[in-house]
């Protein structure tokens, strides 16, 4: 089931530096939502602080509310690795664990966090999640090669079938496509249209015309010399490029700048 | 001349020279090689491996109580030393930040760095002197000791030149970090893990010095762990400074094995190590 994800007042930090200030943002369940912003802005952060990646880096720290259906990530006694079975996270290179086959790569998530652990389930969980991730097709024949020695495309490809095997409400993609060439980018955005609806997803593209491609809404961030990235402007996209509302805006998406 | 031609014949020239190098670097080797080849094929055979040593004069005889001494030795040093040195490893290669860690990584590079003679003396002062004995046991003391920080080290690269990225997707899917860890991150680090254990047995199968007041060296069968046992280097060691042709001719013979031996140990090193790259 697609969850409805809300931040308030999120900021994030790295050490003393503050990364994101005071973001409030509703990500509508079942939608495709986009983050857009310059280098730096901030929107990458943002991203990982809704499953709680971002304090998996030394040093960091993040304040404020992220809600999933209402229940607060951030509450004391909140058990991160339970979270981040609800909200999967598909990652700018694609990272299959390297000494895994497809089979294993795919249902790595849901076999080693315990839930599957019959073999049947397990081949079903393959197939399905292989299915969504329009992979099932190229690599039904040679499930036991090595995760990492399809092309980039596909291996990006199978991260998400990984993601997805788990059944997570949300999907958080960083740059998904940004290390692919045009047919794969052009495969991943058609797969997020299949996948919309069932999946909430949140994508983080330094891309607008993916953005405006692919997305329900659009979130813009903008960071300053000093000031730490914060949430401009945010709008369904086809109102947010054609008539943004904010002039930063409005010069971002016209490439004056970033 | 012009200076195009100046600087291309400056060019061969250098080239020649390191060529030089090189081929003197290895000739160096392969010279060792040879000779002890030459000079140890001969004591090599069966009763070599089988027999004990025998008394000047008595034809035949072996080094076997050398080969089981070092054996026993070195395995108990790497069951004590590889398990301990991974795991600290692993742990600076992960987890590791501040001052424990800065210390533990500037310790063991010290560690090192200290002449292995130093590391038997003591092991000596730690093990022989209080149980009033030699023993293999301090042996092992002294070769785990040398063997630590090269497992720390190695390990630690192993496992850092695991991209994070890799953890952090196995993260992001909801796993637990030790299960992450043990089952993403280890597995890509073990072929660099095991080269480094590899390593360090190979670096200590040839020690002496450290040997020289723990495992003392012995003409019998003994208990390698409780009582002054043979090691190969010892063998060595005593007979090629003794003034009989024979007891020469075993220290000619226990010289190639033990390069044969750590031959094989970088051998299969590199084999582990390749093994990654073929996946």
Known sequence: MASEIVTRELSAYYGSHQAVADVNIRFEAGAITALIGPSGCGKSTLLRCLNRMHEVVPNTRVEGQVLLDAKNLYAPGVDPTHMRQRIGMVFQRPNPFPTMSIFDNVVAGARLSGQVRDRMTLDDVAERSLRRAALWDEVK????????????????????????AVEPDVLLMDEPASALDPISTTKIEDLMRELKGAFTIIIVTHNMQQAARVSDYTGFLLAGESTPGA????????KLFTTPKDKRTEDYITGRFG | MNRLALRKA????????????????????????????????????????????????????????ALLGSVVVIALASVVAIPIGALAGIYLALFGRGRLADAVRFLSDVLTGVPSIAIGVFAYALVVLPTHHFSGASASVALGIIMLPIVVRTTEEAVRLVPHTIREGALALGMPTWKAVLLVTLPVARPGITTGALLSIARVAGESAPLLFTAFGSQFWSNPISSPTAALPLVIFQYAISPYHEWQQVAWGGALLLIFVIFALNLAARLVLGAKFAR
């Open chain 2, 10 to 65: 400056w060019s061969a020239f250098m080239i020649g020279l390191a060529a030089l190098s090189a081929g003197i670097a290895a000739a160096t080797l392969v010279v060792v090689v040879l000779y002890v080849v030459s000079k140890g094929a001969p004591a090599l055979s069966v009763s070599f491996f089988t027999h004990l040593p025998r008394p000047v004069g008595v034809p035949g005889g072996g080094v076997a109580n």
């Open chain 1, 141 to 164: 024949d040679k499930l036991q090669h090595g995760g990492t020695s399809l092309s980039g495309g596909q291996q990006q490809r199978l991260c998400i079938a990984r993601a997805l």
């Open chain 1, 231 to 238: 949430l401009i402007e945010f709008d369904e996209t086809s």
